[in-house]
């Protein structure tokens, strides 16, 4: 029987109604965590939620203006929801550039400032950025998400030194490609910038870096957000945790 450490805890997961958002959920509620799913997709969040016993939060998080004065009261937050674009620099849509950064680096700020005051009030309290291994390197033609990533560890230390007094820890995960939606929807892009078939992009792009040759599964990097958010991780703030296959360690 999963033990039930987080019984009583309220966890808030962005983008949470697929990929690694989805799987986090499911590692939460297992443990008798209340799950909030936060998603665009109305439809799949409320599914999400029916089958956790949680409840579905229907946003637009990169319409930050609306999460100005939010208040939440959560004992955990996940924030996994983001998107991709590729394309060179001096093709790059500068409103794309700006949805990326309002999306994954402004909102999680917004929903951390809106977390921590309960979390201080309780003196415990678990926040998980999803990073990637693009918040510690770069690649060609992602000029926003490696932006956004970069920022995430940022606000992730940030955090974590001014939360250790509370109680509250704060850390990234940082994958390489997952097998996610958001990842099969960037073969075609990439395929076309780095003018190579389709077929050939996870072998030849994805899995390039890395020494073990695979994508990661979401479910992976859920079991070290189930470990980051537990009491036997208190410890730990401040770190970037890579499970990238070795890409990182070039």
Request: overall charge negative; aromatic content about 6%; some cysteine.
């Amino acid at each position: 029987m999963i033990e039930q450490d987080l019984a009583g805890k309220r966890a808030l997961v962005t983008g949470g109604a697929s990929g690694i958002g989805l799987a986090c959920a499911q590692e939460f509620a297992a443990r008798g965590a209340h799950v909030i799913i936060a998603d665009f997709n109305a439809e799949a969040a409320n599914a999400a939620a029916a089958e956790l016993g949680g409840e579905a939060w229907v946003a637009d998080l990169a319409d930050t203006a609306a999460l100005d004065t939010l208040e939440l009261d959560i004992d955990i937050l996940v924030n996994n929801a983001g998107i991709q674009r590729v394309s060179p620099i001096e093709d790059f849509d500068p409103d794309a550039f700006r949805l990326i950064l309002r999306l994954m680096l402004e909102s999680p700020f917004l929903l951390i400032r809106a977390a921590l005051p309960k979390m201080y009030e309780r003196g415990w309290g678990r926040i998980v950025n999803i990073s990637s291994a693009h918040g510690l390197r770069a690649s060609a033609y992602k000029s926003a998400y490696v932006s956004a990533k970069h920022g995430l560890e940022g606000l992730s230390k940030v955090t974590a030194l001014e939360g250790g007094a509370h109680g509250v820890t704060s850390n990234c995960i940082n994958p390489a490609y997952v097998r996610t939606p958001l990842v099969e929807k960037q073969i075609t892009d990439q395929a076309k910038v780095h003018g190579i078939p389709e077929s050939e992009v996870v072998e030849k792009i994805m899995l390039t870096e890395t020494a073990v040759k695979r994508l990661v599964e979401a479910d992976e990097v859920a079991s070290l957000a189930g470990w980051l958010v537990s009491d036997k991780a208190g410890m730990v703030t401040g770190a970037s945790y890579t499970m990238d296959g070795g890409w990182t360690a070039r």
